[in-house]
């Protein structure tokens, strides 16, 4: 289960405030990923990047941003503008986005205080 | 962009019963079909996965089947055992796409000792 890490593992939010969810991995994978997940429902994809500096939205990327200065790092920045953010985010990685085997961290669980 | 149904959301069964979970997709260009086992609190694995190039492929007590015609593949575990309760997520994605797969809701798997 190593080489791909996130915290914290826990994460409260206030009402109109940001908050930056890490997601570091050591396995030299190009393409990362950034999923929620809420209950009873399957993982919806925010954001990817295939490779430094390039990012890509996904299905549900209103309210959140992200950045991928380096290769190791994608951290993912819940805004304001997202109305509902509880739930469980998972980040991923693999070689390339054309390789199919994603490996996965531990996830973060926002709350809304 | 792909939808992918899974079916059933819950299911229970006898330790030593064999459990089957079925998914369809929607996108007929989609060639790649992973399975992934997530426990209460853990971070998803795969567990098996499949190509469009070949219609079953058996891991010890895992099967998973594909009909590329019908659009659906299936994950088919024999006898059972309580270690196997967790939640199960099948995906599908596309070639230079791979790492971007859509996934489905899960299926909340309970073996009964």
């Known amino acids: 289960d190593g080489g791909i890490t996130q915290s914290p593992k826990y994460l409260f939010r206030k009402e109109g405030q940001n908050v930056t969810l890490s997601c570091e991995q050591n396995?030299?994978?190009?393409?990362m990923y950034w999923y929620r997940q809420d209950p009873g429902q399957g993982l919806r994809l925010i954001y990817y990047?295939?490779?430094?500096?390039?990012?890509q939205k996904g299905d549900i990327a209103e309210g959140y941003s992200v950045s991928r200065e380096k290769k190791e790092s994608f951290p993912l920045t819940v805004t304001s503008a997202q109305k509902n953010p509880t739930a469980f985010y998972l980040c991923?990685?693999?070689?390339?986005?054309?390789?199919?085997?994603?490996?996965f961290g531990p996830g973060t669980r926002l709350l809304v205080l | 962009g792909e939808n992918v149904e899974q079916h059933p959301s819950t299911l229970s069964v006898q330790e030593g019963d064999s459990a089957v979970i079925k998914c369809t997709y929607s996108d007929s260009a989609s060639n790649y079909f992973p399975w992934y086992k997530q426990e209460l609190g853990k971070r998803p694995q795969l567990i098996i996965d499949?190509?469009?190039?070949?219609g079953e492929k058996k891991d010890q007590r895992i099967a998973v089947t594909l009909n590329k015609t019908a659009k659906h593949f299936s994950l088919h575990i024999t006898e059972t055992q309580p270690e196997d309760s967790a939640v199960y997520f099948c995906?599908?994605?596309?070639?230079?796409?791979?790492?971007?797969?859509?996934f489905g809701d899960g299926t909340t798997l309970t073996v009964k000792p």
């Open positions: 991923a990685s693999s070689m390339a986005l054309s390789q199919e085997t994603q490996y």
């Open positions: 396995l030299n994978h190009d393409a």
């Open positions: 990047s295939q490779i430094v500096n390039d990012f």
């Open positions: 995906a599908a994605s596309e070639g230079t796409n791979a790492g971007k797969s859509t």
């Open positions: 499949i190509r469009s190039n070949v």
